[in-house]
């Protein structure tokens, strides 16, 4: 079965950036509709970005359009996630997400459609 790795994951200043990392194996991560999510302490888990086989993109948040962005790399089997000017508010465990779909399968940010999850990667925004 498809295994994922997150990685990128530290501690920021705010305004800074990072770029997370999702790395597949065992199977082409080109196969699967990808997402990131993300956790807060105390909150729940929300949808961040997600990108389907095509490569179409989708930031889910008003508070993340322009300053996240997703994109992947099926050479590589990567799906990455940059973010940008980072706030506190950003601080949660960021974990990736893959489903097997077909070529023209939409995004989703529902967190029970998707079957493959990584461990997470914390990020932390603070001076």
């Known amino acids: 079965q498809l295994r994922l790795a997150e990685s990128g994951g530290d501690l920021v200043q705010p305004g800074g950036s990072l770029r997370l990392s999702c790395i597949g194996s065992?199977?082409?991560?080109?196969?699967?509709?990808v997402a990131w999510f993300r956790q807060a302490p105390g909150k729940e888990r929300e949808a961040v970005a997600c990108?389907?086989?095509?490569?179409?993109?989708?930031i889910y948040g008003d508070s993340l359009q322009g300053r996240f962005t997703i994109s992947r790399d099926n050479a590589l089997n990567t799906v990455d996630l940059q973010m940008n000017n980072l706030k506190s508010e950003d601080t949660a465990v960021y974990s990736c997400?893959?489903?097997?779909?077909?070529?023209?399968?939409?995004?989703?940010?529902?967190?029970?459609?998707?079957?493959?999850w990584g461990q997470g990667t914390q990020v932390t925004v603070s001076s």
């Open positions: 997400a893959a489903i097997s779909s077909g070529s023209r399968s939409p995004c989703s940010r529902d967190s029970g459609r998707y079957i493959y």
């Open positions: 990108i389907n086989r095509r490569g179409e993109p989708t």
């Open positions: 065992v199977y082409q991560l080109g196969y699967h509709v």
